[in-house]
């Protein structure tokens, strides 16, 4: 079997939190000295392993769906559609992340929220 590089790794993460299965993805694919910029939460590991906890518990029926995955070097990006049911709102999300030794040690995420009645026939993705 072969070693999953960081852009299975990055995928695999995210899927699995977007699932609710938040402490397995940070158990296996989240360094202890983990560190991410979200503006809304404190900066630690522990932070925002919480709130994607709650996230998933408040919303069980979003759907997350990987579109792209760029990788070089360190650094692994991630384009997701996010579609949050009760809401009834769809986004455009970047995650990056950042890896040492096959473990994510730091992540930077950004949305966008898709318009319904958006004048670009490509969409976003």
Known sequence: MS????????SEFLAMAAS????EAYARHVAAGFTHHNAYFPGD???????????SSSEP???FTIKQVLASGDRVAVLSHLQRAQA????AVVHILRF???KIVEMW???QEIPKDSPNALGMF
Do not use: C, H, W
């Not at 070693?3 to 990055?10: K, L, S, V």
């Not at 590991?45 to 996230?55: H, K």
């Open 100 to 102: 040492e030794d096959s």
């Open 20 to 23: 609710g299965r938040v402490r």
């Open 61 to 63: 029926n979003k759907a």
């Open 109 to 111: 995420d950004v949305g």
């Open 45 to 55: 590991r522990e932070s925002l392993l919480v709130a994607m906890e709650e996230s």
């Open 88 to 91: 009834e709102q769809e986004y």
């Open 3 to 10: 070693t999953p590089n960081n852009a299975e790794i990055a």
